[in-house]
Structures are given as structure tokens and as C-alpha cells.
């Protein structure tokens, strides 16, 4: 009888000890799960400031602005347009 109280004992302890241990588990990665789902806010909202972002870049006033300043260019008028005439696309002799 003594042999199997120990037994049983040693069954419920060995039980506890990994219900302990499955809670620590469970608590654990519902923190990690809590984490990421706390990254994934930040990162979607930092994709959208970019997007915001990019497209203020991309206006085409803004891009007149740098090519006038930076690259120093001009808007096409008919007083500076150079025509080119392509002699063997339209079969004429040079």
C-alpha cells in the first residue's frame, strides 16, 4: 500500500509540476503574442507616415521646384525645341 501512495504521490507531483510549467509557457507567449501584435501596430503605421511621405515627394510641383533648382532646367518653349528629322524613316535621300 505504502508502494503505491508513493506512486500516486510521485504522479500528482510530477502532474503539478508540469501544469506549472504549461502556465509559464501559456503566460509567456501570450506576452510575445501581445508584443508582436504591439510591432505590427507600429510598423503599419510607419508604412503609412512613408506612404504619406512618398507621395509628398512625388508632386509634380515639387519636382518642377528641384528640377529648376538642382538640375538647373527649364520648361520647353517652341523658341528653344530643336526638331529632328529622321531622313530614312520616311524613305527620303540625304
Known sequence: MLR???LLLLAVMA?????V????ESRRLFTELDRAV???R???TEQQRLQVEKRAQ???QRI????RERLQMKASTPAIAQY???DARTGAAP
Open 4 to 6: 503505491l501512495n508513493l
Open 15 to 19: 502532474s503539478a509540476i508540469f501544469l
Open 21 to 24: 510549467h504549461t502556465q509559464y
Open 38 to 40: 504591439a510591432e505590427s
Open 42 to 44: 507600429r510598423l503599419a
Open 58 to 60: 512625388a508632386t509634380p
Open 64 to 67: 518642377e521646384v528641384l528640377a
Open 84 to 86: 529632328v528629322n529622321d
